[in-house]
T-cell receptor, first 109, second 111 residues
Framework: DAKTTQPPSMDCAEGRAANLPCNHSTISGNEYVYWYRQIHSQGPQYIIH???NNETNEMASLIITEDRKSSTLILPHATLRDTAVYYCIVYDGANNLFFGTGTRLTVIP | SQTIHQWPATLVQPVGSPLSLECTVE??????LYWYRQAAGRGLQLLFY??????ISSEVPQNLSASRPQDRQFILSSKKLLLSDSGFYLC??????????FGPGTRLTVL
């Protein structure tokens, strides 16, 4: 019961921005949007999270629409090492994280 | 800083054999602990979580069990492995409303 919808795969040219969309139309007011990524054969890695406002850290930016029904993770300058499966999760901080199947991002040289 | 360990990193076991995977966390107290399984090409499936010593909640009924004998130790077990138990097993911890941190995983192949 992932509560999010993501495209199964995307390609991005190396050095360009990667924009990964996520729909979460049933998100509740107290639920955050979290993004993780999983590089092959490794555990998922936390990227960023937000509630209403756009967020930025050293890894990525998170843009959340005003109605909070969708968001976009932006990797500003994709590198080959950013090739991974990216998971978008809605989370209220109390229940457990439920991972969907995510978006497989392939960065092309 | 907090770290999470899992072992072994890889494991090949015959059908019907027992299983014990261990996860330990350092640098935090009273974390929530989680076991996930990821089958090949699939998303993560939550198997068990624990909010304290001896407290285990099961998300999916199956032939696996979990135990938490110490605050920062989480063990995944089976008495008799099935072929369908093959997968990538991930332990994770979380404290409060912080993000969840994952261990390096154990790749289990049941033959």
């Amino acid at each position: 019961d992932a509560k999010t919808t993501q495209p199964p795969s995307m390609d991005c040219a190396e050095g360009r921005a990667a924009n990964l969309p996520c729909n979460h139309s049933t998100i509740s007011g107290n639920e955050y949007v979290y993004w993780y990524r999983q590089i092959h054969s490794q555990g998922p890695q936390y990227i960023i999270h937000g509630l209403k406002n756009n967020e930025t850290n050293e890894m990525a930016s998170l843009i959340i629409t005003e109605d909070r029904k969708s968001s976009t993770l932006i990797l500003p300058h994709a590198t080959l090492r950013d090739t991974a499966v990216y998971y978008c999760i809605v989370y209220d901080g109390a229940n457990n994280l439920f991972f969907g199947t995510g978006t497989r991002l392939t960065v092309i040289p | 800083s907090q770290t999470i360990h899992q072992w072994p990193a890889t494991l090949v076991q015959p059908v019907g054999s027992p299983l014990s995977l261990e996860c330990t966390v350092e640098g935090t107290s009273n974390p929530n602990l989680y076991w996930y399984r990821q089958a090949a090409g699939r998303g993560l499936q939550l198997l068990f979580y624990s909010v304290g010593i001896g407290q285990i909640s099961s998300e999916v009924p199956q032939n696996l069990s979990a135990s938490r004998p110490q605050d920062r130790q989480f063990i995944l077990s089976s008495k008799k492995l099935l072929l369908s138990d093959s997968g990538f097993y991930l332990c994770a911890w979380r404290q409060g409303v912080q993000e969840q941190f994952f261990g390096p995983g154990t790749r289990l192949t049941v033959l």
